[in-house]
Nanobody
Framework: QVQLVESGGGLVQPGGSLRLSCAAS????????MGWYRQAPGKQRELVAA???????NYVDSVKGRFTISRDNAKNTVYLQMNGLKPEDTAVYYC??????????WGQGTQVTVSS
């Protein structure tokens, strides 16, 4: 019922910036919280950031002060602005959307590589 399309990943040098976007379509009025997970090879999936429909945001400690999550409800899009990127931020980033009918939908994933 909800489709999520991610964009914005790529290769960036340490200290650089990148902005990820995730656009939702379908039953968008059912969406409550949206956010981002990431998963690197050999590591567990990690919740990076989440934001409620009202704009309340939470972050994993390792990205606080560097990443900013935001959403544009008119565009049905959630963003992740990533500044001061570090090699340990390298991962596939997945956006998600939680719905009022108790299902979580996932984006296709976008690769973020931080390397010199």
């Amino acid at each position: 019922q909800v489709q999520l399309v991610e964009s914005g990943g790529g290769l960036v040098q340490p200290g650089g910036s990148l902005r990820l976007s995730c656009a939702a379509s379908g039953s968008i009025f059912s969406i409550s919280t949206m956010g981002w997970y990431r998963q690197a090879p050999g590591k567990q999936r990690e919740l990076v950031a989440a934001i409620s429909s009202g704009g309340s945001a939470n972050y994993v400690d390792s990205v606080k002060g560097r990443f900013t999550i935001s959403r544009d409800n008119a565009k049905n899009t959630v963003y992740l602005q990533m500044n001061g990127l570090k090699p340990e931020d390298t991962a596939v980033y997945y956006c998600y959307a939680d719905t009022s009918y108790l299902r979580r939908y996932w984006g296709q994933g976008t690769q973020v590589t931080v390397s010199s």
